[in-house]
């Protein structure tokens, strides 16, 4: 995974490794920009006996709205990919094929009203 990452993790343990990076990443070089905190993004893998067990991306926003707008088109980018989501309290949830004998699943939910700027939350993750 270190390998395959443009920049070093800010976090580090055996089972973590912790990124921030900035919104615009199209070129190789602009992860290594800094990161604006108005509108940027946070990665964390976890590993399960040095296996990636699960995803979460963390993405700020200067504001709801924005936050709005992002969250409808990951979730119109994952339906047209995974097909329709089920509502659970208050994320959505699309099923991936399985893995390895484990189903995959991605999980996006709004956090915006929590906050007092745009927070969504991505997670990809397996389960049994």
């Given amino acids: 995974m270190l390998s395959s990452e443009k920049k070093p993790p800010e ?21 290594k920009e ?28 200067s504001t709801d709205s924005s936050a709005g ?10 339906t047209s990919k995974y097909g329709q989501a089920d509502n659970h309290n208050d994320a959505i949830i699309w ?15 709004d956090e915006s009203e929590e906050y007092d700027y745009g927070k969504l939350s991505l997670v990809y993750y397996l389960e049994d």
């Fill in 95 to 109: 099923t991936m094929k399985r893995i390895n004998g484990k189903t995959g699943r991605i999980s996006l939910s």
């Fill in 34 to 61: 800094t990161v604006d905190t108005l509108n940027y993004f946070t990665v964390a893998y976890t590993f399960d006996q040095q296996k990636l067990s699960e995803i979460d991306e963390d993405i700020y926003l």
């Fill in 69 to 78: 707008v992002v969250y409808h088109h990951l979730s119109d980018y994952l």
């Fill in 11 to 31: 976090e580090k343990d055996t089972n973590y490794l912790f990124y921030s990076l900035a919104m615009d990443t199209l070129y190789p070089d602009s992860v």
